[in-house]
C-alpha cells in the first residue's frame, strides 16, 4: 500500500483534471500554463481519479489527520497546524500495523514532525528534513524519495505486506525546489516583472494583486513557477514508482495519490496566493487517483464525477486491503469502481488562519467555511463581511442564483458548525506560535 501525500496542490495543477480546471477561463487557451504531470496521468489511466476529491480544512496538519483518521476537523479536533493529534483518535497506520502490515512514513516538512501524533502506527515515521525555510525545514523531493528506497530497503518483512506513506512539500510556496531547467518550461524568459520562486516574489504578487496591479504576465508566471514545482514532484513520483518495480513491490499493490488542500492564486484578490485563509474550491479541490494490480485491481480509466471527502479515503483504503475494522466517519468508495449509486454526503470545510492566537470554543467558528452537496457550493464568509452565496461544484466555481438551494444549505452549514466540540484550546508554547506566524499560519502582531 503506497500512500502519497502531495502537499498544497489544487486539483488542476495535474494535467488529468484538465476537464475540471478553474484558473484562467478569463484568459485564451495559448495564455495559460499547462500542466504537466505524466507520472499522476499514467496512474489516472489505470485506476480511477475522482473529479471532485474535497478537503475539509487548508491547512497540512488538519487535513492530513482527516486523511489519517477518517474524521472531519470537528471529529479529530486539530483545530491548525501546531495542535496535535488528541491521543484518542484511532489512526490507519495503527490499524494497519495491528493487522500484520509493517508500516513506514517519510515526511517532507517539519509541519507534520512526529510530535504532532500522526507518527502513531508507524514503525518508522521518518522526519529527518534539513533545509530550513522561514523557520520551517523541509526536503525537496528527490531526498524525500531517497529516504523512502532506504526504509523500504530495511523493511523488517521483506516480500511482506508493507504500507508507505510519503509526503512531498515542494508545491508549498516559496516554490524554490523544481530545478532551474524544469521551470524554464513553464515560464517566460522574457518576463520583466518581479514574480518569482522566492518569498519576495511572493511578496510581490501578493502585493500587486490586493493593489489590482497584477498584469496577465504575473499572473502566468506566478502559475508557472507553481506548476513547475507539482511538475518536479510528479517526475520524482515516476522515479520512486520505477524503483519499487524493480523491486517487484508494485505486482500486487494498492497506489493513491491526493493532497492535503489546494491553494489560492490570484483568485481571490483581496487574499490572493496562499490558503488556510478561504474555504472556497482553489483551496479546498484537490486530486484523488487510486490504483492498484493483483489482489488491488480496479476499473482502468474510471472516472467518478460524483463528490467525494478526504475523511473517505482511510475507510475506503482499509475496506480494499480487507481490514474489517471500523474507523472514522467517512464512506467507503470502492462500491463507486462498480454500478453502486452511492449517494453523496455533504462536504464541510473551514479556513483555519485565525487572526490572533485565541483559546476558547472551537476557534475556526468565526472563520470562512463552506459545503459542498448535490452539485452546489456555498460558501460564507462573515469574517469578511461578506454574504452567504451560492455557486455550482464545477470549474471557475461559478454563481448560481436558487435562494431555496442557498437556504438549505446554510441550515446544513450551520447544523455542522452546532456540532463543533466544546474545545477548550490550550495557549501555544511561545516557539510554536513564533513558528507559525513565520509562516504565515498565524497573523503577525505588528
Not at 500512500?3 to 480546471?21: G, P
Request: with cysteine; hydrophobic share 40%.
Amino acid at each position: 500500500l503506497l500512500i502519497v501525500s502531495v502537499d498544497t496542490t489544487r486539483a488542476d495543477a495535474l494535467s488529468c483534471y484538465a476537464k475540471e480546471s478553474s484558473w484562467g477561463l478569463d484568459l485564451p487557451e495559448q495564455q495559460r500554463p499547462v500542466a504537466r504531470t505524466p507520472g499522476f496521468d499514467a496512474l489516472a489511466k489505470d485506476g480511477v481519479r475522482f473529479a471532485w476529491a474535497l478537503s475539509h480544512a487548508p491547512a497540512t496538519l488538519n487535513s492530513h489527520t482527516t486523511i489519517m483518521s477518517g474524521l472531519d476537523p470537528h471529529g479529530h479536533r486539530v483545530v491548525r497546524n501546531g495542535f496535535p493529534v488528541p491521543d484518542d483518535v484511532p489512526l490507519l497506520a495503527e490499524r494497519l500495523q495491528a493487522a500484520g502490515w509493517d508500516t513506514i512514513a517519510v515526511v517532507g516538512a517539519s509541519v507534520l514532525e512526529s510530535e504532532m501524533g500522526l507518527a502513531r502506527g508507524f514503525r518508522v515515521y521518518d522526519d529527518q528534513v534539513s533545509t530550513e525555510i522561514r523557520r520551517r525545514f523541509e526536503d525537496r523531493a528527490d531526498r524525500v524519495v531517497d529516504r523512502a528506497l532506504h526504509w523500504v530497503d530495511d523493511s523488517k518483512t521483506p516480500g511482506g505486506a508493507l504500507a508507505l506513506f510519503v509526503h512531498f512539500f515542494d508545491p508549498h510556496s516559496p516554490w524554490q525546489s523544481a530545478p532551474s531547467a524544469m521551470q524554464s518550461e513553464f515560464i517566460s524568459e522574457d518576463y520583466q516583472g518581479e514574480i518569482g520562486p522566492s518569498s519576495d516574489g511572493i511578496g510581490a504578487a501578493i502585493s500587486a494583486a490586493r493593489n489590482k496591479t497584477l498584469s496577465t504576465e504575473d499572473r502566468t508566471q506566478a502559475r508557472g513557477y507553481y506548476l513547475s514545482e507539482v511538475a518536479w514532484v510528479d517526475s520524482q513520483f515516476q522515479r520512486l514508482m520505477v524503483e519499487l518495480d524493480e523491486r517487484g513491490m508494485l505486482n500486487d499493490a494498492l497506489v493513491v495519490v491526493l493532497s492535503d488542500h489546494g491553494e489560492t492564486l490570484e483568485e481571490i484578490p483581496d487574499r490572493p496566493y496562499g490558503h488556510t485563509l478561504d474555504a472556497d474550491l482553489t483551496s479546498v479541490h484537490v486530486p484523488l487517483i487510486v490504483a492498484g494490480k493483483g489482489q488491488y485491481s480496479v476499473p482502468k480509466g474510471l472516472v467518478v464525477n460524483r463528490q467525494v471527502r478526504l475523511m473517505d479515503v482511510a475507510p475506503t483504503l482499509l475496506s480494499m486491503v480487507g481490514v474489517k475494522q471500523k474507523l472514522g466517519e467517512g464512506q467507503d468508495l470502492s462500491p463507486l469502481f462498480g454500478d453502486s449509486e452511492l449517494s453523496a454526503p455533504p462536504s464541510y470545510a473551514e479556513a483555519t488562519k485565525p487572526f490572533q492566537a485565541e483559546t476558547g470554543k472551537w476557534p475556526n467558528l468565526g472563520l470562512d467555511r463552506s459545503v459542498a452537496v448535490n452539485g452546489y457550493f456555498l460558501t460564507r464568509a462573515d469574517v469578511y463581511d461578506e454574504p452567504p452565496a451560492l455557486f455550482a461544484l464545477s470549474p471557475g466555481q461559478p454563481r448560481v442564483d436558487n435562494e431555496a438551494q442557498l437556504q438549505e444549505m446554510l441550515a446544513l452549514l450551520e447544523g455542522w458548525d452546532a456540532g463543533a466540540p466544546d474545545l477548550d484550546v490550550a495557549p501555544l508554547a511561545p516557539n510554536t506560535e513564533e513558528a507559525l506566524k513565520a509562516l504565515g499560519y498565524l497573523e503577525k502582531d505588528d
